[in-house]
C-alpha cells in the first residue's frame, strides 16, 4: 500500500529525527508468530482531549485488560458503544465491554463519591456484569483537596493553572508528602482515623493561613469515607498482582493514560500542568508493573492542537479558523465545560512527545474537522529571539515568546460525517488527496507511523492501519 511505503520511506535517514523503519520493525518482529501483543500504553501526545476514550475503546476491542494509571476526575472521555453515550471520569474506559476487566492502578487518585456516581451510572445504562478492580494503593481525594485547590489557584495569580479545582493537586501532594489516605485505608478504621487525625490538623492550619477558616469535622469525614469504603471493597485489592497476573499469562493488557504528555509535571509546560505524570513511563509506576512489561507505546494526537486552562501555546488561533476548529470539533472540556483553546497542529511539541514516551505510532484525530480549511498550516520549528529552534523550550517565558515556522499545506473539503464513515470503509486511499498528504508530511516529519486515523466521534469513523503496519510490506516471520 502507496501510505506504508511512505511510513518506510520517511524513515530513510534524509532528515527525519527518527528511523519509523525501525519501530515497523518493532511492531513486526518484537511478538513471535500469532502472538498478541500483550502490553499497550496509550497516551495523550497534547494537551489532554485528543480523543483517548474513543482510541482506548477502540484497541480495547482486542483487549482483556484496561487499566488507568494516573490523574483523577479532571479527566473526562465520552465513549459512544451501541447507541449508548457514556461520559467517564474516573472509570477505565473499557469498562462497557463484556468481558474486559478495568483496573483503576495506584497512580491514580480517586474521588470515591464520582466513583460510586459513575458506577451508579454506568448500572442504570444497563452495564451490571462489569469486572472492576480499584488499587489498595490508590490515593484517596478528601473534601480539604478540594477547598485546597480552589485556595491555592486564587493566590497564584498569573501562575495559577486552571485547575479543574477537582482536587488533584493537593491530592498528590499529600501522596509525596506522605500523609495521604490510600483506598485501602478506607477499610481500616483504625488507620484512617490516625491519618485524618493528622491531615485535618494540616488542613485546618492550612486554610487559616490562606484567610479561611474552615472546620473540616473529623467524625462526619471518617464516616462518611468508611461507608463509601465498604461499598467499594469487593473491589479494592492489589491490582499490581492482578496485572502481572495477566502478564505471566499473556493476556492482552491496555493502559489508559490521562491527561497528556503537555500537562504532565516533569515533561509538559510546568507551571501550568496537572499533578500526576502523564507520559508512558508513568503507565509502569501508576500500575505496578515492570517498564519492560510495556510492549508498545501510542501516542494520540489531534490533527490540530487545543488547550483547556492557562500556559503558553505558541501555534493559538485566536481567529475565524480557531472558531472553526472549536465549533466543527465540538471544543468544549468534557469535566468544566470551558471552552477549549485551538490551534494548528505544532510538530515541535509532537516531537518533543514522541521523545519523552518513546512513541511507537501516533493515533490521529478529528483529521475530518480540517475540513473546509482552504490553506492548513502546521509548525516546523519556532523562532525564539530571531533564532530557529526545532526543541521544545522548558522556559516558560521562550515558549510564551516562541513564534511559530509554518509549513503551509493544501487543505481539502468539509465532508458529512456519513461520507467521512464511507471514507473510513474504504481504506486511507479514499481520503481526499490533500488529506493524505498531510498526513505523509505529519509522520515522514516526526519519524513515527500513523497506526490509526479517526475521522469522527463513531466507532466506524475510523481507518485502523495496524494490521497493514503488522502484516504489510513488512511481513512477519
Ligand atoms: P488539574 O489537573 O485539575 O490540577 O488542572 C491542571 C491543568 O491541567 C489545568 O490547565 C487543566 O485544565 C488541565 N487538565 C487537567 N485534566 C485535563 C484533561 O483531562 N484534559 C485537558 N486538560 C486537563
Given at each position: ?22 519501530n515497523v520493525y518493532l511492531r513486526t518482529f518484537r ?348 509548525a516546523v520549528a519556532y523562532k525564539i529571539d530571531g ?91
Open positions: 500500500m502507496k501510505f506504508i511505503k511512505l511510513f518506510l520511506s520517511a524513515a530513510v535517514p534524509a532528515g527525519p529525527r527518527r528511523g519509523s523503519l525501525t511478538f513471535g508468530p500469532g502472538e498478541p501483543m500483550s502490553v499497550e500504553v496509550i497516551v495523550g501526545a497534547q494537551w489532554g482531549d485528543e480523543g483517548k476514550g474513543k482510541v482506548v475503546d477502540f484497541y480495547s476491542e482486542t483487549a482483556e485488560l484496561v487499566a488507568r494509571f494516573n490523574g483523577g476526575d479532571n479527566a473526562g472521555h465520552t465513549i459512544k458503544f451501541r447507541d449508548r453515550e457514556f461520559k467517564f471520569h474516573l472509570l477505565p474506559s473499557g469498562i462497557v465491554r463484556r468481558g474486559v476487566t478495568a483496573v483503576i492502578g495506584n497512580g491514580v487518585v480517586i474521588n470515591p463519591e464520582v466513583l460510586l456516581r459513575e458506577l451508579r451510572e454506568l448500572e442504570a445504562k444497563g452495564i451490571r456484569n462489569f469486572r472492576l478492580f480499584i488499587s489498595e494503593r490508590a490515593q484517596v481525594i478528601m473534601p480539604y483537596h478540594i477547598v485546597q485547590d480552589e485556595l491555592e489557584e486564587a493566590v497564584k495569580g498569573g501562575l495559577k493553572a486552571g485547575t479543574t479545582k477537582r482536587g488533584i493537586g493537593p491530592a498528590y501532594s499529600d501522596k509525596v508528602g506522605r500523609f495521604g489516605i490510600t483506598m485501602g485505608d478506607l477499610l481500616d478504621r483504625e488507620l484512617l482515623q490516625s491519618k485524618l487525625e493528622l491531615a485535618i490538623a494540616i488542613k485546618r492550619n492550612l486554610t487559616a493561613a490562606y484567610g479561611r477558616k474552615q472546620d473540616f469535622p473529623l467524625r462526619k469525614i471518617l464516616e462518611s469515607y468508611l461507608a463509601m469504603g465498604a461499598r467499594l471493597k469487593k473491589h479494592i485489592r492489589n491490582t499490581s498482582t492482578v496485572l502481572n497476573q495477566a502478564i505471566a499469562q499473556k493476556r492482552s493488557i491496555l493502559l489508559e493514560g490521562a491527561q497528556g504528555t503537555l500537562l504532565d509535571p516533569d515533561h509538559g509546560t510546568y507551571p501550568y500542568v496537572t499533578s500526576s505524570n502523564a507520559v508512558a513511563g508513568a503507565g509502569a509506576i501508576g500500575s505496578g508493573i515492570g517498564p519492560r512489561a510495556i510492549d508498545w507505546v501510542v501516542g494520540v494526537s489531534k490533527a490540530y492542537t487545543t488547550r483547556v486552562g492557562q500556559g503558553p501555546f505558541p501555534t493559538e488561533l485566536t481567529d475565524s479558523i480557531g472558531d472553526h476548529m472549536r465549533e466543527v470539533g465540538r471544543e468544549f472540556g468534557t469535566t468544566t465545560g470551558r471552552p477549549r483553546r485551538c490551534g494548528w497542529l505544532d510538530l515541535v511539541a509532537l516531537s518533543h512527545a514522541v521523545d519523552v514516551n518513546g512513541l511507537d505510532a501516533l493515533a490521529l484525530t478529528k483529521l475530518d474537522v480540517l475540513g473546509g480549511l482552504r490553506r492548513i498550516n502546521v533564532e530557529k529552534v526545532h526543541t521544545f523550550p522548558a522556559n516558560i517565558n521562550m515558549l510564551a515568546a516562541a513564534e511559530p515556522v509554518y509549513k503551509e499545506l493544501d487543505g481539502w473539503e468539509a465532508l458529512k460525517p456519513a461520507e467521512w464513515t464511507a471514507i473510513s470503509r474504504r481504506g486511507l486511499s479514499h481520503l481526499p488527496s490533500a488529506a493524505q498528504e498531510y498526513l505523509e508530511f505529519v509522520c515522514g516529519e516526526l519519524g513515527v507511523p500513523i497506526e490509526l486515523v479517526s475521522l469522527g466521534p463513531s466507532r466506524e469513523a475510523t481507518i485502523d492501519l495496524r494490521d497493514e503496519l503488522r502484516e504489510g510490506p513488512l511481513q512477519r516471520p
